[in-house]
């Protein structure tokens, strides 16, 4: 990068010590800013939101770049008691960092206060409902699925369980998740599929494909439906 200087004219620069100049603990627009407070006339006075006007940014950043350069102690507030007996407070900016007791340290680190504004004010839109399914990873496996799988006894025959999901999202039984899975958990305690150590147990795809809990909902009969209510 090729640097092109002007010719100096007497009266018209601000010197800075380089040490300022590339100072790696100011942000850009801190460096701006103390730049451009140093170029102003001794005992020039100024706030905070003139500074915001100036800079064309929202108060409460302007007061955290000065919190900025304050940490880094190139600013500090003063205060005094005025001749009214009023306390008043003023910005005092030096060309060279001095120590100042809000910087952070190993022993002291710096804890600060989150800055104060206006929330912004609108009405809210309607809620929308959304399946518990939906998500935005395509190969997400379906809550009542990963509940079936699950909860299949271990045999022989549990196995292909990427067909199962094949089967069980094409034929749209996540919604029927509640139905299949109580059946799935009555029928483990019927001596049908626990005796000889569950040989008996079909696979699941072949559960699935069957709808064997075909009519589990549509009765709370225990007679009809005997694992209505289980759990």
Known sequence: M????????????????????????????????????LSRPDNWRTNSETLAREFSCGRDQMRTTLKELSDCGYVRLVKSNGDDGRIASEWHVFDDGIESDNAPGPEKPYVGEPATGKPASGKSGPLTKTDLTKTDNKDAVPIGFSEFWSTWPVSNRKGGKAECLKVWTSRHLEKSADVIVNHVKYMTTTNDWAKNFGEFIPAPVVYLRGARWDGASDSSDPIKNPFAGVI
């Open 2 to 37: 090729a640097i092109v200087r002007s010719p100096r004219k007497h009266g018209t620069f601000t010197v800075l010590s380089n040490s300022v100049l590339l100072d790696s603990r100011l942000s850009m627009r801190a460096l701006g800013l103390l730049v451009r407070l």
